[in-house]
Structure formats: structure tokens, C-alpha cells
């Protein structure tokens, strides 16, 4: 996956960081189409250093975020750390899915960061992946 991005960091990082989640979370949405024949649901804790996150995500259709997780730190490097739960919530938003964060401890903005980015990378993996017991789409209602 490769984004591309202009965005107006004269002024500050925030568009450019809600616009790249806005646009990731479409392109989910888009990618999985009806979801027929995949997991939906997706969970991974992942260790980083002294951090530890839990990720769990459901592809429902419907968004739903709780993100439970301070940043020591206002910046990491030059980036404002509340824009990662920016991030996030752009994407939660557009990829329409629940979406759950939760820090167990940390105490190193950047490797809570990045614990977040790789965790949703290995969620995203298992509820995206292909389920081969289901046949249809995986719900009840037979739509997400």
C-alpha cells in the first residue's frame, strides 16, 4: 500500500493526518466489499519494549471507537501524539468498524505509537482474512 499525500503542514498536521486515515479507511471499506468469506473479527496484543496494546476490531458495518490510551509525551519527535488517535478515528469512521484500543502500560509515546500501527496491522490481518468454513457473509442478518 503506498499513500501519497499533500497536505497543508504550514498550517499544522492535523488534515494531513485525518485525511490519510479518512482515505485508509475508505479504501478498506472499499477492498472488502460485502465481506463475503472473511473473519470479521480481529484482536491482536502486541508487546513493544515496556508497552503492551490489545487491538480488537470488529468489520461490522457500523463505527464504534474507544481509545484507551494516554501519551506520556505532547509530541513524538515533531508529530503531536494526539493525532494518532486522530488517525484512527478517521479510519474507524470510513472503514465503518468498530475499533478498540487499549494501552496496558507504557511509558514511551513512540513505542506506544507504533505498538498501535503494528497491532491494527496484525487485527486487520486475522478479520480480513479468509474464513473457510463460511460460505456467505459473516452475519445473521446475511448483510454488514
Known amino acids: ?4 499525500c499533500n497536505g497543508d503542514l504550514h498550517v499544522d498536521q492535523h488534515h494531513t493526518v485525518e485525511d490519510v486515515g479518512i482515505c485508509l479507511g475508505q479504501a ?11 473473519y470479521r473479527y480481529g484482536h491482536f496484543t502486541l508487546p513493544m519494549e515496556e508497552t503492551l496494546v490489545t487491538i480488537a476490531l470488529d468489520l461490522s458495518g457500523r463505527y464504534a471507537m474507544v481509545f484507551n ?11 503531536d501524539s494526539e493525532l494518532v488517535e486522530d488517525f484512527w478515528q478517521a479510519m474507524a469512521a470510513n472503514a465503518l468498524c468498530n475499533f478498540h484500543v487499549i494501552l496496558h502500560h507504557g511509558r514511551n509515546s513512540h513505542h506506544i ?19 473457510g468454513r463460511l460460505t456467505g457473509i459473516p452475519s445473521t442478518k446475511g448483510s454488514l
Open 1 to 4: 500500500l503506498t499513500i501519497k
Open 28 to 38: 478498506i471499506k472499499e477492498a472488502l466489499g460485502d465481506k463475503t468469506g472473511i
Open 69 to 79: 490510551a494516554e501519551f506520556p509525551t505532547d509530541k513524538i519527535g515533531e508529530f
Open 113 to 131: 505509537s507504533e505498538a498501535i500501527f503494528k497491532g491494527t496491522a496484525r487485527a486487520l490481518r486475522m478479520a480480513t482474512a479468509a474464513d
